[in-house]
């Protein structure tokens, strides 16, 4: 199972708890959790990624065993430590301003 923990308004949209886990078959990329945490929750469609394009919104962030992997490939493997559940895939929302 992987583990990903959400910030508090898609905790909220999703009505979940810090951490959800998600069954993903085959290789643990960024591409097949988000596909995963999708079809588990799908009012968090497009909240994440944009619609049509599967791009990461500009204000979300991923994180994974203390690394950014915000602009690595969506379908680059994941650390080994998310595919297993001892670490949890993070989606971060950024915040911006001045």
Do not use: N, W
């Amino acid at each position: 199972m992987i583990r990903v923990v959400l910030p508090h308004h898609l905790r909220t949209l999703a009505r979940v708890d810090r951490e959800v886990a998600l069954d993903v078959k085959g290789t643990v990329t960024q591409r097949a959790v988000l596909d995963a945490l999708e079809t588990a929750y799908p009012m968090l469609r497009g909240t994440i990624r944009d619609h049509t394009t599967r791009e990461r919104r500009a204000f979300i962030r991923f994180f994974a065993c203390e690394e950014d992997l915000s602009h690595e490939s969506p379908d680059a493997p994941l650390p080994d430590d998310v595919a297993s559940g001892k670490e949890p895939f993070l989606v971060i929302g950024a915040i911006a301003g001045g």
